[in-house]
């Protein structure tokens, strides 16, 4: 009987002792597993950072390249200039496009800038250079024609309605057609070189 029990508890001895050994040994491998998992995590967010830093890094050198390239452009000697005056006083915008001025060739915006302090440059390229300014008073393209002496004849408006004589045409009135002499009398108002030379050429 007493053997019995002595086998007894050895048997249930050897399968706590097995059971916890289980354990263990799961534990162990189990952790090592998660340790493994940890550390493939981490190896993929450290590419991840290195890929944003090394994207960041392209990026900002690509936008320094760009910057330098933009202030290291210069006035091509084939470029345009292009004054646009804005008249305060009848609020219209003439534009002059005239040939590029030979000192001004290979200057970079600063420098174009500090040529022209009295304008503001608002476009900037080799091949065209914009400048803005705004004048008081009404731009010379205002027109007054009138008949006089039998011929038409054609005024520069000047600030505060002045008529400044800009040319004796040799266009006969007789000619021109009824409305258009009525319409003279008081004189015909024109604004624009273009308008102008339109009127003038119907005339003819």
Known sequence: MKNKIKIFIIIVSLIIIGSILTVVIFNKIRNKSILKENTQISEEKKEEIF????DEYELSKENEITEANSADEKVSANAILILKK??????HTINEYVEIPQDVVNMTEDEVKAEYPEWEVIGFSPSEVILYKEIAGNCNEHYLLKTEEGKVVI???L???????KEKTDIAA????ETDLINMQEGIKIFGKEE?????????
């Open 51 to 54: 890929d944003e830093c090394t």
């Open 86 to 91: 804005f008249y305060l006083g009848c609020e």
């Open 155 to 157: 005024y520069n408006i």
């Open 159 to 165: 600030d505060n309605d002045e008529l400044q004589l």
């Open 174 to 177: 007789e000619y021109l057609p």
């Open 196 to 204: 102008l030379n339109q009127i003038m050429e119907d005339f003819e």
